[in-house]
């Protein structure tokens, strides 16, 4: 038998997007660094299917039917370096290797070119949907040769999530990187959507001292309006799980938190750009602090921290902390692609947002109800700036305001951080000010280094430097943005 395409990487991941595929009519060779594991899931979960165990790599490639399409589900960084090294001396030209892990954007647009250089072709391209998602439908993020993806198109539409209508929730992102930069910003807006939730988790335990109960029947409930997604359907599901001795699971975890790298990768990508993306990059850093237990409770000993109760009416409040939510969400992802804006720009990438939305309503992390809206936005307005400015946000934005600002608040009063709520808030005050204090800090950097500074009743473009002391002189430095 010579397969339709192989994967190498036989871990979660892998294995369930070789059955995934499988069960979809393909069939599917699979090879493993380990081969103790290739055998075990030949004889194991793909005995009696169209899979192919191999125990080399030479034997994976004369597995395949040409041109050969090779999926890597292998760990990001140096090891797909390796593996590329020793693929390509026994595949062919216009042969096909595709990316699968989460690979650093800048990485695949280095590997494509030295790919491509030796007559093969290369994709890059995010998946998302963890475990559950590869076995029954991911959200896939293609990027790199566009003959690449014409050739593996109806393979991965096929295997891919479908959203309403049967819309696949794969589609063809731009060249290079692109799609593992829109995997990188799809992960970092899970960073912030998840670091929202729990922001919203703790103002409900400790400033208004509900029950985990209490709490699982609100996302409940929450799941049935605008919030409709999957992090707070996974929310209200671990809110009411129990163990044996009837206890709360989530409050016997450790409250450290894990990160692989992707979200710092998305701040990384945003200084670089010089885009402001706040909420995400307070969301990377409540993780960051979240993993310094030892170091929080000696702080917490030396100030006795406290929070005082919230003194709201219950029901008025957690309405409040609905609308604050959504509201900061909008923020979340209003950042998010004005991070895509700018890297398209950059790299030369023709995105399609209005598309990239609707890829991500089925399979992946973030998938929601709410993505429709983006959706419906980049189609009113494909050269939309940021998705504050479009119609339904700015009603969505205007109409949640005042609750916003109340559990902002709050959060302070009461002792309850709010990193990343509330650095969603402070963006939407700046981003909707019309006169912020840059003058005085333009003023400042005159002061002590000469950088100049434009004027309100002169025109755009002209310069002026102040010589403040009256011993700085005239001279001025240059004009130049990092």
């Known amino acids: 038998m010579q397969a339709d395409i192989g994967l190498i990487g ?16 393909f ?98 391209m995010g998946v998302s ?3 559950e998602g590869a076995l029954c439908g991911p959200c896939l993020m293609p990027g790199g040769n566009r ?13 891919s999530a479908k959203a309403e209508g049967g819309v696949p929730c794969c589609s063809w992102v731009g060249s290079d990187g692109a799609g593992h930069f829109v995997k990188m910003v799809h992960n970092g807006i899970e960073y912030g959507d998840m670091q929202l939730i729990c922001e919203v988790y703790q103002l409900m335990r400790d400033g208004l001292g509900m029950s985990g109960e209490q709490m699982h029947q609100i996302f409940a409930q929450w799941n049935e309006t605008e919030l409709d997604s ?13 163990d044996e001795n009837g206890e709360l699971i989530v409050e016997k975890i450790l409250d450290t938190a894990g990160q692989k790298g992707t979200g710092k990768w998305t701040s990384q990508a945003a200084l670089k750009e010089g885009v402001p993306l706040t909420l995400i990059s307070e969301a990377v850093f409540a993780r960051c602090t979240a993993a310094a237990r030892e170091e929080r409770l000696k702080a917490h000993a030396l100030y ?24 900061s969400k909008i923020i979340s992802y209003a950042q998010g692609y004005g991070l895509l804006r700018a890297a398209a720009q950059t790299y030369g990438w023709k995105l399609d947002y209005g598309s990239i939305a609707l890829s991500w309503r089925g399979g992946c992390i973030i998938r929601s109800v709410f993505l429709g809206k983006i959706k419906e936005a980049y189609d009113r307005n494909p050269d939309l700036s ?89 001279t001025q430095a240059g004009n130049y943005v990092v």
């Open 10 to 25: 036989l871990a979660v991941m892998g294995e369930n997007l070789v059955m995934n595929m499988e069960s979809k009519g």
């Open 27 to 124: 069939s599917v060779a699979v090879f493993n660094r380990s081969t103790d594991k290739v055998r075990h899931f030949a004889k194991g979960r793909g005995k009696g299917r169209r899979i192919l165990g191999c125990y080399s790599l030479k034997e994976l490639a004369e597995s395949l039917k040409k041109p050969r399409k090779i999926m890597l589900m292998i760990k990001a960084g140096q090891a797909v370096d390796e593996m590329l090294e020793q693929l390509l001396p026994i595949l062919e030209p216009g042969d096909i290797l595709i990316d699968g892990g989460n690979s650093y954007f800048e990485d695949t647009r280095r590997r494509m070119k030295y790919v491509n250089e030796k007559g093969l072709l290369y994709l890059g």
């Open 129 to 131: 949907g963890g475990e």
């Open 147 to 159: 003959e690449a993806w014409d050739a593996v198109k109806d393979l991965l539409e096929a295997i």
């Open 230 to 242: 999957y992090l707070v359907e996974i929310t209200r599901d671990i809110l009411g799980y129990r």
């Open 304 to 327: 006795k921290r406290s929070v005082t109760p919230v003194v709201e009416n219950k029901d008025v409040f957690v309405e409040d902390l609905r609308k604050a939510l959504y509201a």
């Open 386 to 474: 940021s998705l504050i400015l479009d119609p339904y946000f700015q009603a969505a934005l205007s109409g949640a305001l005042e609750s916003w600002r109340r559990v902002v608040a709050a959060g302070a009063l009461s002792g309850v951080p709010l990193p990343a709520m509330g650095a969603a808030l402070s963006y939407f005050d700046s981003y909707t000010c019309d006169r912020l204090p840059a003058n005085l800090l333009q003023a400042q950097r005159d002061y002590f280094g000469a950088h100049t500074y434009e004027r309100t009743d002169r025109p755009r473009g002209m310069f002026f430097h102040t010589n403040w002391t009256g011993n700085s002189g005239s």
